[in-house]
């Protein structure tokens, strides 16, 4: 750390010199504006971006090397949640069929990527998304609704023999995952562009809070599609009515502890997201209780129903993870934060 005296002069201005390394590394001129920003820590930010846009960040990537169609779409991802606005993918010899297929794939699981240059031997995609259009409390509240109907029709399909509900259950997960590469991004964004931050109206830390519970919402769909992947192979099969009306209940609980987690989170309520991690020991009981009745079962059966009520059991308790964030940042926040939009 560069330490600078703070000179007075002309009678009412305080003045440090900026350190020349960081002006040339800018290619800052006489009489360029810079930004300046106090943090909440009081820290002072100097800034060259000035105007709130994200800055343009190229990554490109040699297809040298690379030969997995897989191996190619992670990194692309992995480019898309850093916050590259750009993407170019070169080859030195002409494109193989495989990378069309995984840009195609790319733009298609992602929000706001086109291909705007196409050559025999190179693809560029650019981000055509302004991060400001999304805000990070809509998106939360998209995939909360996708994920809660995607639990309740798993158990409707397994319950009603519905094979079809129960395969579009795992065609919604997509959507769930597009939405949280998407807001991984934009907080990507937000740490590294804080100028973005304010315009955006959102903290560094509540965009890292927000990220946070879009993960555990993720992790809550992917049950509901292990729900689907146990129950399908059992669809025809001759099960107990009780045991499958028992397990219905429990995922009733699991839900509504999901609904009171999202409320919880959206109104700041640190109580009722005390109230609401008790609440899970109910549920716990309970699956714990259907584990054994399943034991009557025939074995194949008994294993995927002892899968689905696991699965049951994990939502809810990702669930109560929610409201446990809610209560760390809250405990954190030196101010209560401001009311976000509620949960409808």
């Excluded at 990378?99 to 195609?104: F, H, I």
């Excluded at 560094?204 to 049950?223: C, K, L, N, Q, W």
């Excluded at 009515?241 to 429990?250: E, H, M, N, T, V």
């Excluded at 640190?270 to 025939?298: D, G």
């Amino acid at each position: 750390m560069e330490i600078r005296k703070v000179q007075f002069t002309g009678g009412s201005s305080y003045v440090i010199t900026l350190p020349k390394e960081w002006i040339e590394q800018e290619k800052i001129k006489k009489n360029d504006p810079v930004g300046v920003e106090i943090q909440p820590d009081g820290t002072l930010l100097v800034t060259k971006a000035t105007d709130g846009e994200p800055l343009q960040r190229i990554k490109e990537f040699s297809l040298e090397g690379i030969t997995e169609s897989s191996y190619l779409f992670r990194l692309l991802i992995g480019a898309y949640i850093s916050g590259y606005t750009t993407i170019i993918i070169r080859s030195k010899e002409r494109l193989p069929p495989f990378v069309r297929m995984v840009v195609r794939d790319f733009t298609q699981m992602t929000i706001g990527q086109e291909v705007i240059e196409e050559t025999d031997i190179g693809i560029t995609i650019k981000d055509l998304l302004n991060p400001s259009e999304m805000p990070f409390a809509n998106t939360i509240k998209r995939m909360y609704v996708i994920v809660k109907t995607m639990h309740e029709d798993a158990m409707t399909g397994l319950v009603t023999k519905n094979r079809a509900l129960a395969q579009d259950v795992t065609a919604r997960d997509n959507d769930v995952d597009r939405l949280h590469w998407l807001i991984a991004r934009q907080t990507n964004m937000i740490l590294s562009h804080v100028v973005l931050s304010k315009k955006m109206g959102l903290s560094p830390g509540m965009a890292v809070h927000y990220f946070t519970i879009s993960r555990i919402i993720e992790r809550i769909g992917d049950h509901a599609e292990r729900i689907v992947d146990n129950a399908l192979p059992i669809l025809d099969k001759k099960l107990d009515p009780k045991i499958l009306d028992r397990i219905a209940k429990a995922s009733e609980l699991s839900v509504a502890i999901f609904d009171r987690s999202i409320v919880s989170f959206f109104n700041n309520d640190m109580k009722k997201s005390n109230r609401n991690i008790e609440s899970v020991q109910t549920l716990e009981s309970l699956c714990e209780e259907l584990n054994n009745l399943v034991l009557n079962e025939e074995t194949p059966d008994a294993i995927a129903l002892g899968h689905i009520i696991e699965s049951v059991k994990r939502a809810g308790e990702y669930a109560v993870d929610i409201s446990e964030n809610v209560i760390n940042y809250l405990v954190e926040e030196e101010q209560p934060a401001r009311k976000r939009a509620p949960a409808s």
